[in-house]
């Protein structure tokens, strides 16, 4: 099939190579001259494992193809993706801007019926007004659909080839069919596409988001319990996600969620649900329990060195919003960072993929060391923000000994509490009873 992807990110190149490696022939187009240009040369902009292996294939074998010229790409394709990014507006509502001028360069280029679908996260509504776009230019016919993307940072090119599931809104049954056949080969273990209206699928993906978020708040919250009363939050979250009802998964405190998605779609919920009269309340309360974790290390800090930081040098091990992602977008390391910085902190970070991306975001203000452990030499304190595979099992004396104070605030539950007592570390994390004397378990007077 001759399938266009505008928009080449985090979504749109993976969803281009992975239907490339299906077979199709496919042309991927953005407006970023560089980005283009270096995906020419085989060079990934991103870091995403496995990606490289399939642009790198597929180009070679001349069914994925570059360029900067959208209506080119338009005229190429029977379908089309719109995978263009969708950031905050002032309001916090999704700005449609990129979407909407994809939807005219769309309608201009229109040379026959084509399938044009969102991939990238858009309000409900919006596929109405990319039709509206597209037929202010032109009068062939087009079906517009809305396929949401589920895929994962660091698990993308995975969670495409192998989905939990496909959703498809859509009142033709023309792209119905061309959808569900572009789709079969990613379907054939039994994973369901699934086909509904428009508006469901575009609720959808909210939804989806909102609901992990609201765990991820949730838990900190209960975390922020366990502190408080000497209760181990990693025993709570096995015996609450033991019940089937609820499951294991995104009930891991922590540091609180960040990057391209859950805070720009949870926003945006919340103005969606505004502009129909619906209570936002429970994902403003989402939204402010996060807003309160991301500042839990500095709080602890503060606690513990002081306000001032002047001549204090401060680790930190981990700048992505997650691992396998060189992705900075809303991570909380930003929040963070900037604090040390304010506070007067000389910070020496270390990230495994994300350091040069954290450079452009953060500046020259703190030092970036290749090897974690040397950002550790002097230091009164190592904060873990990122739970890179490689932060798990450090050889603890030598951090012991490099490091001025051996205070480590684990913003990702990494290592086990009493263990790091033993090897004679001041640890704190994140529910698991650090902050308050472990047999005060009566109940606080005021709840009586
Ligand atoms: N990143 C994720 O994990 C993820 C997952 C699911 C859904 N989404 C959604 O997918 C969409 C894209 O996200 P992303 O992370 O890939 O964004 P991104 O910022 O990485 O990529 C967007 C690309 O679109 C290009 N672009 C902007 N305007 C354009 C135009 N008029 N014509 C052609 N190209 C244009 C930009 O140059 C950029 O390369 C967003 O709506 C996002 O919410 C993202």
Same mark, same amino acid.
């Given at each position: ?10 979504? +749109? ?93 769309? +309608? ?6 084509? #399938?044009? #679908? ?10 109405? *007004?990319?039709?509206? %776009? ?16 589920? &895929?994962? %940072? ?57 609901? /992990? ?8 919250? #209960? ?15 096995? +015996? ?5 009802? #609820? ?10 969620? +960040?990057?391209?998605?859950?805070? *720009? ?7 969606? /649900? ?21 500042? /839990? ?7 513990? /060195?002081?306000?001032? &930081? ?72 190592? &904060? ?32 086990? !509490? ?19 004397? !472990? ?10």
């Amino acid at each position: 099939m001759r399938v266009g992807v505008i928009g080449t990110g985090y979504v +749109g190149l993976v969803v281009g190579a992975c239907l490339a490696d299906a077979g199709n022939d496919v042309i991927c187009a953005d407006v970023d001259e560089s980005k283009i240009a270096r995906l020419k040369q085989n060079q990934i902009p991103i870091y995403e494992p496995g990606l490289e292996e399939l642009v790198v294939r597929n180009q070679e074998d001349g069914r994925l193809r570059f360029t900067t010229d959208v209506g080119a790409c338009v005229r190429g394709s029977d379908i089309i993706f719109i995978a263009v990014g969708t950031p905050p507006g002032e309001d916090g509502s999704a700005d449609l801007k990129h979407v909407l001028e994809v939807a005219a360069a769309i +309608g201009r280029n229109m040379d026959g019926e084509k #399938i044009v #679908i969102t991939k990238s996260t858009v309000p409900v509504g919006t596929a109405a *007004k990319v039709r509206a %776009e597209i037929e202010k230019h032109s009068g062939m016919p087009v079906h517009v659909c809305s396929n949401p993307e589920f &895929l994962k %940072e660091g698990a993308a090119v995975d969670d495409f080839m192998k989905p939990d599931r496909v959703v498809i809104g859509t009142d033709s049954d023309y792209a119905r069919s061309a959808l569900a056949e572009l789709y079969a080969p990613f379907v054939r273990t039994g994973n369901p596409i699934l086909f509904m209206d428009v508006a469901s699928a575009e609720i959808t993906k909210y939804a989806a988001n909102a609901m /992990l978020a609201t765990r991820i708040s949730f838990m900190n919250m #209960i975390a922020s319990l366990c502190d408080a009363i000497g209760a181990n939050v990693d025993h709570v979250r096995k +015996g609450v996600g033991s019940d089937p009802r #609820i499951g294991n998964s995104f009930l891991f405190p922590g540091v609180g969620y +960040g990057g391209s998605c859950f805070p *720009k779609d949870v926003k945006a919920l919340i103005r969606t /649900l505004e502009e129909f009269d619906i209570d936002a309340g429970l994902l403003e309360a989402v939204e402010s329990v996060n807003e309160r974790q991301k500042r /839990l290390l500095l709080d602890h800090l503060d606690e513990r /060195l002081g306000r001032d &930081l002047s001549g204090v040098t401060v680790a930190v091990w981990g700048l992505a919003f997650k691992p396998e992602t060189d992705d900075m977008r809303e991570a909380p390391s930003l929040e963070v960072v900037r604090g040390l910085v304010e506070r007067g902190a000389t910070v020496r970070a270390h990230d495994p993929v994300a350091m040069e991306v954290a450079r452009r975001v953060l500046g020259d203000g703190i030092s970036y060391v290749d090897v974690n452990y040397d950002a550790l030499p002097g230091a009164s304190a190592l &904060l873990i923000l990122t739970d890179w595979k490689q932060y798990r099992s450090p050889a603890f004396g030598r951090m012991k000994g490099l490091m001025q104070r051996p205070l480590v605030l684990d913003g990702r539950n990494l290592y086990d !509490p009493v263990r790091m007592g033993q090897l004679g570390f001041e640890y704190v994390s994140v529910g698991r009873g650090a902050s308050a004397s !472990p047999i005060a378990m009566e109940a606080p007077a005021s709840s009586a």
